[in-house]
């Protein structure tokens, strides 16, 4: 499905992408036609203005309509000038502008066809399709973010039905098994670790539900004060036969109470979710290193596993929603950890250890903030 649906974003934004570039395209046409007009206007403009001050010079000092003259006035005007009988003069084009000059001579003027001058070196001209094409470019933006919105948002929409339905029919057996395992009395010791791993992935089970029922609806947290190393040291130890199955070494290092406002059950998820993301980044095992520090009336927790790291594509889109490098991933267990944090009112930021390895820092505002 991974692979599909890649084809299909590839393809649509190769169409999207090319039809874009039409649109620039025939764009820049229309504004070269449009720059062309308006030069031509101008040219006319220029042509008329000139020949009518020329007429009303000839009349006002009352000159002799010769052949001489407009020789002379040919020379200086860089333009053909004639004298004609009024009313014997043929319709005029563009190029050629006839002026009553009184009752018995018209003066006729006429131009070379005017030849376009627009140039990128012109500045008028370069600057009016650098302007053109950054509009171009920020519409292309604008919409290309909007797609990829909708695009996100249908699959959210579809996402989000799944994840509801899935969560009704799975959480009524799951509610059984972790009841009846309740209700059991070990017999023995084999019995008893049976009993608690019954337990402890029946609540893997629940919070892989939660999680997707909080991406179909992510409600805000339940903030009460709590106690994030507890919280993380809970989450470890249900985790640790996985971690043992990968040879992964869990060193929790916080040293408790560190207190914050929070949802236990949310930043339980959150939490869980980054070191099921450590232990998967080390298939051949390795360590996983939990740290924190107080700083300006903040929380900072370190996860520092000891893996490949991030790749620059991964740093670069952070935990976008449905982004992901793994086979078989869905890309939605960082987009999670950074909603709970952010609605917590904290921070989520993703990084690569300079001696190897990634690290993943979450800010928490302490209780009194």
Known sequence: MSIKYSKWKFGSGL???????AFVVAGSLLLLAWLRQREHEESNRLFQALAQADADFVRRMNLPRSAKL????????????????AGKAAAPDENTLMIRLDDKNDMIFTRKPAASQLSLR????RNAF??????SALVGWMLARER?????SERLAMLGRVATSLAHDIKNPLASIQLHAQLMTPANDEDATALRLITSESEVIAGLVNQWLHLANPLPPRLTKLDAAECVRSVAQNLDAQAKHTSVRIENNLAGPIWVMGDAQRLGQAFRNLIVNAIQAMPRGGSLRIEAEHREKAV????????SG????????GAELFFTEKEGGMGVGLNIVASIIEAHGGQLEMQNNPKGGAVVTVTLPSPDQ
């Open 148 to 152: 990829i919105k909708r695009a996100q």
């Open 130 to 135: 650098i302007v053109f094409w950054l509009l």
């Open 300 to 307: 900072i927790m370190r996860f520092i596993d000891s893996g």
């Open 70 to 85: 407009a020789d002379d006035l040919e020379q200086l005007l860089g333009m053909r000038i004639e004298f004609r009988e």
């Open 15 to 21: 169409r999207f992408g090319l039809g874009f570039l």
């Open 310 to 317: 991030f790749s620059d594509a991964a740093l670069a889109r």
């Open 122 to 125: 012109d500045p008028a001209t």
